[in-house]
């Protein structure tokens, strides 16, 4: 997540365009999703919080509601939530929603979810040990959990501005890899596999690249650039469509970009890559 969507995330539901960097993200998370749960056999998969993308809100999972998968989601801000139920309804996918005032609680059965899967959300838990705890209590099979890459430069570069008393919903301490490893360990869970991801050819910069141009360059020139970036883009730029059975070829499109991320060594994906996952399941005994 760009700490920038926290304040205008609403925009996206009216005007769709997430641009090429969120689009190529979307499908390399899904091959994340689609391989893990076809690894472990989900046909269930709980995602809270579902605040943590820089784009369109809530829809992580389509990917594995397309499969079958029974998709549960959780949010803190019930507007928030009562769009993401209407978008899910308008292309004809069942979703189940809860509202989650502070994570301290999942209202579900033990064991009762196969998967857990959090994309860089899980900053909003008030109290990550006791979330955690929760998220083991009610995932049977894998827990899957992606962070921001925070030895990445965008990354560093978004939190410039960051303080807690600007932005007191985010708590940086929570997607600290090895705290979250340490707590599902004592958890009874087990790394299984690990690495950063989401590595295309431009920087994590959290915005599109007419508006970070525009940020650093002087004001005239920066309206001149706003204006072409407006100009030249003729159509939204979203998985939408995708999903919607207008643009069967989205993936394969935005799969163009992923050179990148097929060859860069794990140093260079250190520094350039913009997220990093984490797959858990249960220790053997």
């Given at each position: 997540m760009a700490i920038p969507i926290i304040n205008d995330w609403e925009k996206y539901f009216t005007d769709p365009?997430?641009?090429l960097g969120s689009s190529y993200e979307?499908?390399?998370i899904n091959d994340l999703?689609?391989?893990?749960?076809?690894?472990y056999g989900v046909k269930s998969v709980l995602e809270s919080p579902s605040f943590g993308f820089t784009g369109i809100s809530g829809i992580n999972l389509l990917s594995l509601a397309d499969l079958g998968i029974r998709v549960y989601l959780e949010d803190h801000d019930e507007r928030r939530l009562d769009l993401i139920g209407k978008l899910w309804s308008e292309l004809g996918r069942p979703l189940q929603t809860a509202y989650n005032r502070d994570y301290r609680k999942l209202d579900y059965p033990d064991s009762s979810i196969d998967m857990y899967f959090s994309f860089s959300a899980l900053w909003f838990?008030?109290?990550l040990p006791c979330f955690l705890r929760e998220v083991s209590r009610v995932t049977d099979k894998v827990i899957f959990i992606s962070v921001p890459n925070i030895t990445g430069l965008g990354y560093k570069m978004q939190i410039k501005d960051y303080s807690?008393?600007?932005?007191?919903?985010l708590r940086l301490g929570n997607i600290d890899r090895k705290s979250i490893i340490f707590i599902l360990s004592k958890l009874g869970w087990k790394l299984r596999e690990a690495g950063w991801f989401d590595c295309p050819p431009w920087p994590d910069i959290g915005m599109a690249k007419e508006d970070l141009l525009a940020k650093w360059l002087p004001a005239a020139l920066g309206s001149l650039i706003r204006k072409r970036g407006s100009d030249a883009?003729?159509?939204?730029?979203?998985?939408?469509d995708h999903y919607a059975g207008k643009d069967p070829d989205f993936s394969s499109?935005?799969?163009?970009h992923n050179w990148l991320e097929k060859f860069a060594p794990r140093v260079w994906k250190k520094?350039?890559?913009h997220h990093y996952h984490m797959v858990f399941d249960r220790e053997r005994r």
């Open positions: 365009h997430e641009g979307r499908v390399v999703l689609k391989r893990t749960a076809d690894r838990a008030q109290d807690p008393q600007k932005y007191p919903d883009r003729k159509a939204p730029l979203s998985i939408l499109r935005m799969m163009k520094y350039w890559a």
